[in-house]
């Protein structure tokens, strides 16, 4: 049984021109972009990425402890898929940082208009939670937290291969790791699911908000993190590893996939169409640019990419249990995202569409890192979790 990922000289190559293709795009970037527009978009469009990738990575942390508390089993047999993807984590998180730190105290008001709140009524009411020092000290607290939880359940988790006869061991550490995935839950609820997408995201149209802008950045990154467990363990079924995985697993991956890109299209109606309803001037200046502005057709185009085709792919029982198709969604679908991050971003701040070559360019700069930081983390352990006591669930799993 091949249960020692060894790291392909193809998928290594990959790995670094991606990466390359990212560098050289930033390269490019900094010297191309000039006065005030350049600049603005030369940052919106590293804000775009790194916030995105950050977060679907971070949704395999999410996937782990949200499974632990359920009692899940059929996961483990491919467990080791989400906690290679999510030390990920502390990387973009770093990088992340960075990119609010230049944006912040680099005098970037074009990106977050609240740096200078004088004179604007709107921004100095919310000045309180909207300066640089919240903001910051906010910031490095949530992935400070994200960073050390995902780290702690990494660590827990490769804990258990040594444990073989230490029964108690093994009880106590189940029992360690459903109480931290418990507190990751609560830390994720309270950044996540409410203030991080806020601050990072929503901020850039101070004037605006939505109660429902977390939930729908929420649904928007976990489907595209569930999509990306599911390539990198298509990928490893492919080259003959994971062989408690079968099309039963992936079934439930592709339904997964199915029922979140449902449930981030309720979101998406859900507030566009009570804006559109009450039409109100401070609500629907949000949409203004982006129905009726330069950005209609990536509008509407991210509504076909993320709802229509995973509603008429993955309605069949027999799609959610190919490979091939389920691949082939799950990249469309981490693209589609990012297109719905592209649109969340551009509009406040470039204001025009812009063919997006250095928008795509480092979003393909962050897929090589992300590969390259996978794979090096499911070679550093065997791909199935030992001593777990449900990998039996997970190698008779029947849906």
């Known amino acids: ?99 609010l730190a230049f944006l912040i105290f680099g005098n970037k008001g074009h990106i977050y208009h609240w740096i200078h709140p004088e004179g604007d009524r709107i921004l100095e009411f919310k000045s309180p939670f909207l300066n640089p020092t919240f903001i910051s000290i906010a910031s490095v607290i949530t992935i400070g937290a994200w960073t050390l939880l995902t780290l702690k359940l990494r660590r827990m988790s490769l804990q258990q291969d040594t444990m073989k006869f230490d029964h108690e061991g093994r009880k106590k550490l189940i029992w360690n790791g459903t109480v931290w995935c418990a507190g990751f839950i609560v830390v994720y609820a309270l950044t996540m699911g409410s203030t991080t997408p806020w601050i990072w995201l929503m901020s850039i149209d101070a004037h605006w908000f939505s109660t429902m802008y977390s939930w729908y950045t929420f649904a928007s990154t976990w489907v595209s993190g569930l999509s990306l467990i599911a390539l990198f363990v298509i990928y490893l079924k492919g080259n003959g590893y994971l062989p408690w995985v079968n099309e039963e697993h992936l079934h439930d991956l592709g339904k997964f996939m199915f029922a979140f890109s449902i449930f981030w299209t309720y979101l998406w109606f859900s507030q566009y169409m009570l804006i559109w309803y009450a039409n109100m001037p401070e609500e629907t200046v949000y949409f203004q640019p982006r129905v009726w502005g330069p950005f209609r057709p990536i509008f509407f185009l991210n509504l076909i990419i993320n709802f229509i085709a995973p ?88 849906t």
Do not use: C
């Open 311 to 398: 509603l008429l792919i993955f309605m069949k029982r027999s799609t959610k249990r190919n490979y091939t198709l389920v691949a082939v969604m799950a990249g469309v679908i981490i693209f589609g995202h990012w297109l719905d991050f592209f649109q969340m971003v551009m509009p406040a701040t470039v204001k025009e569409l812009n063919f997006p070559w250095f928008e795509l360019g480092i979003g393909l700069g962050f897929v090589g890192l992300i590969i390259w930081i996978t794979a090096h983390q499911l070679a550093k352990a065997p791909l199935t979790p030992k001593n777990h006591p449900y990998l039996k669930e997970s190698i008779i799993h029947h």
């Open 1 to 99: 049984m091949k249960d020692q990922f060894v790291v392909p000289a193809r998928l290594k190559t990959t790995s670094f021109v991606l990466l390359g293709i990212g560098l050289l795009t930033l390269l490019i970037g900094l010297f191309a972009f000039h006065g005030e527009h350049g600049s603005t978009r030369f940052w919106a469009g590293l804000l775009q990425n790194s916030t995105f990738f950050l977060m679907v990575v971070l949704a395999s942390t999410f996937f782990i402890a949200a499974t632990t508390l359920a009692h899940g089993g059929w996961q483990i047999g491919f467990r080791r898929v989400p906690e290679a993807i999510s030390m990920a984590v502390p990387v973009l998180g770093a990088i992340v940082l960075v990119v």
